[in-house]
Structure formats: C-alpha cells, structure tokens
C-alpha cells in the first residue's frame, strides 16, 4: 500500500513557475513509476509526466521544454517543476504511483494560471 500526499499548487501569473511535490508512504517507493497527471474542467484527465525506476522520463508534448519530473528515493517523493505556465496548464494535478497491477493516487492540487 502507497499513500501519496500532493501539495504546491496555487495561483500564478502567465509565465511564472510552480512547483508540485508529491511525498509518498511505503517502502518500495523506488520500485514504482511515478506520474503527474492532470484534469481540467470539463476535460478527462491526462498524462502530463512520467518517471521510470530507473530515472527516464516523458512528457505531453504541450508541456515539454517547460515542465520537469524529478524523484528522490531516498526522501520517497516525487516533483513537476513547471515554468513559463499558460492558462491552459490551469487544472487539478495528480501523483500516480504506479507498478502493475498496483496504482495509488493523490488527492490532488489545484493549479490556477490567471493574471
């Protein structure tokens, strides 16, 4: 069992920056894949980054060059770092740990991107 706790989220100008952290309970942490995925309103919800075991990462094209996913093992946690922000970033972003067939969520953080 993995408890994931996700916080950072807030209000920010076009092009300012945010960072989300995602700490996570349990002691295989360093086994799972890690994701941040994100639901606007209206929208179903979509992969926004993914980090393996092993440190590779992917990103939805919209964001790539301005989002970054990192993890640390050893403090169990997971972070998106998100610059230039646009309003179409503006959503309820979520921690995913996932190792087949296990997948836990966070209970989310909202992200608003409004001047």
């Known amino acids: 069992q993995v408890q994931l706790v996700d916080s950072g989220g807030g209000l920010v100008q076009p092009g300012g920056s945010l960072r989300l952290s995602c700490a996570a309970s349990g002691s295989t942490f360093s086994l799972y894949a890690m994701n941040w995925y994100r639901q606007a309103s209206g929208k179903q919800r979509e992969l926004v980054a993914t980090?393996?075991?092993?440190?590779?990462?992917n990103y939805l094209d919209s964001v790539k060059g301005r989002f970054t996913i990192s993890r640390d093992n050893a403090k169990k946690s997971v972070y998106l770092q998100m610059n230039s922000l646009k309003p179409e970033d503006t959503a309820v972003y979520y921690c995913?740990?996932?190792?087949?067939?296990?997948?836990?969520w966070g209970k989310g953080t909202l992200v608003t991107v409004s001047s």
């Open positions: 995913n740990a996932k190792l087949t067939p296990m997948s836990y």
């Open positions: 980090i393996t075991s092993g440190g590779s990462t």
